[in-house]
């Protein structure tokens, strides 16, 4: 797992941040309208394609950032809505704004309404209830402010967490750090066997999103395998609808693909993520549920026409 990024007002503390995890702005990306599914595989054999295709899923995994003792609570398992505070959200801001009042001892989180790297960090403070005490700050990737990279974050890529004097980056790390080290319910269990396979499936979300955004340009393995994989580790822990069965970082992590793969491959290729996978399909409906979550997404037919921009820029 990537190193937390740590940057402060003088200059660079640690490691620059990887792509992978953080939005810098939309890149056109040629596309080919190559066929991107083959029939659904059966769950047994598709399985066993899974441990063989996949075996990143079986390393050793990684600890998680330790959670301090006073800041352990509850393990959330539902939609949340006792959690949920309601908030008007601010306007981007863009080259002709002025920052904020930067280093003031406010915790704030820089985001794009558009990026799904920063989402994730976004709805880990919503499920928090970390509305009042964690300050929203959206920026316009297309057109930022030049303070936010000389002022905030020199990597000048969201999402960024200012907090105590510092900002840190990185999605994965970011979402971690927050429920680890911020009050509300916590978003890890406890069950060494469910925190293994967390740490599994964070390992996976690159592979599964290269996977994906691949097929839509005909390149590599068909999307549907990916979705196969999906539905495999939602039948693994049956005591919820949920990646690690009660609702986790692991439904954070994915939310913003799943939300932006499954209307985008339903309208261009006319093909159903959820067809032949019930757990899929549950897993879909109880996010949409969440409060915490459903501030954050974002219109179905925006992001169709982004991700054709986006994907089939070339045709």
Not at 124 to 139: A, E, F, H, M, S
Request: proline content about 9%.
């Amino acid at each position: 797992m990537a190193t937390l990024k740590i940057w402060n007002i003088g200059g660079i503390i640690g490691t620059g941040p990887s792509s992978t995890s953080q939005c810098s702005s939309n890149h056109a990306i040629p596309f080919s309208p190559n066929r991107i599914t083959t029939p659904i595989l059966p769950i047994k054999s598709a399985l066993s394609s899974f441990h063989s295709a996949h075996p990143i899923l079986y390393f050793p995994c990684k600890p998680h950032f330790p959670v301090p003792a006073s800041k352990k609570s509850t393990f959330i398992s539902s939609a949340m809505s006792s959690r949920y505070v309601q908030e008007d959200l601010p306007p981007a801001l863009d080259s002709t704004s002025d920052p904020p009042p930067l280093f003031d001892g406010t915790t704030r989180l820089y985001i794009s309404y558009t990026c799904p790297y920063a989402q994730r960090v976004w709805i880990t403070r919503n499920c928090k209830g970390l509305q009042d005490k964690i300050k929203l700050v959206p920026i316009d990737l297309k057109n930022r402010p030049a303070w936010y990279k000389e002022r905030v974050y020199p990597p000048n890529k969201v999402p960024a967490l200012e907090h105590n004097n510092e900002v840190k980056g990185e999605s994965l790390d970011l979402i971690k750090y927050i429920d680890a080290h911020f009050e509300g319910p916590s978003l890890f269990p406890d069950d060494p066997a469910k925190r293994q396979f967390a740490d599994e499936l964070f390992s996976y979300i690159n592979l599964f999103y290269k996977t994906v955004t691949s097929s839509f340009k005909g390149e590599g393995t068909d999307a549907g395998i990916a979705f196969d994989d999906i539905e495999i580790a939602l039948s693994k822990f049956e005591d919820g609808p949920f990646f690690l069965g009660q609702f986790s970082l692991v439904d954070i992590t994915y939310a913003p693909f799943i939300e932006r793969f499954h209307p985008y491959l339903l309208e261009v290729k006319n093909y159903d993520i959820t067809h032949g996978r019930p757990k899929l399909a549950t897993w879909i409906e109880e996010m949409n549920k969440n409060e915490g979550y459903k501030q954050t997404r974002r219109d179905p037919k925006e992001l169709v026409e982004s991700y054709k921009k986006r994907y089939m820029a070339h045709l």
